[in-house]
């Protein structure tokens, strides 16, 4: 049966968001992200079982669903956790179940990822130009203080201590690397110095380092 469109486009439209908000908002204290995942699970769910049939998904049967299925319930009767937070630690493995829908229907994921960290770089770029030009104090900056309330700011401070001398940590500043590392390939520097600039300044020596080794 032929799919149409809107379905089509549906399934893109989930999983776009999906990848946006989960680099956006990795801490996620609103439980948004599951809500999204549910849904964009609904929706791949024919591409899903589909791939179930044949012999070639028998990894992804393994560590999509048999893998968290185990660590959940080790975590749990182990007595590191509770069961909730056993489901929260493991249930990240399930995405890969998105991979037959991505694959099959060729949704450009890529997309979404580098709006998402172009996003976290202009935050953190934000909060070090407005305090570097003394327009707004870090400790003070509205959009610091909003995602520092919201979980998604690891730290957000200066000092001597610090590697370049702010730490402002975004939690998936790391994430920034890979799209430096695609606008350095397609010989992009204006976007890759925007992008090598946070992490300089999240104060991580690690993203630092491999800022420098791209």
């Not at 949704?107 to 998402?116: E, G, R, V």
């Not at 309330?149 to 939690?171: C, D, M, P, R, T």
Request: net charge positive.
């Amino acid at each position: 049966m032929k799919e149409s469109k809107f379905y089509g486009a549906f399934q893109t439209l989930t999983i776009y968001l999906l990848v946006f908000y989960s680099i956006v908002f990795p801490r996620d204290m609103l439980n948004i992200k599951e809500i999204i995942f549910a849904i964009t699970l609904l929706a791949c769910a024919p591409d899903i079982l589909m791939s179930f049939r044949a012999k070639e998904c028998l990894p992804l049967v393994f560590f999509a669903v048999i893998y968290p299925a185990l660590t959940i319930v080790l975590s749990f009767t182990l007595g590191e956790s509770n069961i909730i937070d056993s489901i929260v630690n493991g249930y990240c493995w399930l995405f890969l179940l998105l991979l037959p829908a991505i694959v099959g229907k060729k949704i450009d994921i890529k997309k979404p990822f580098l709006l998402a960290t172009f996003f976290v770089a202009t935050v953190i770029n934000f909060i070090f130009v407005t305090d570097f030009l003394s327009i707004i104090p870090i400790s003070s900056n509205p959009i610091g203080v909003l995602f520092n309330e919201l979980g998604e700011l690891q730290s957000n401070s200066k000092g001597l201590l610090a590697v370049f001398g702010y730490s402002i940590y975004y939690k998936s500043s790391a994430a920034i690397i890979l799209s430096l590392s695609y606008y350095l390939y397609k010989k992009r520097f204006v976007l890759s110095a925007y992008h090598l600039l946070p992490l300089f300044l999240s104060g991580a020596r690690a993203n630092l380092l491999i800022g420098i080794v791209l």
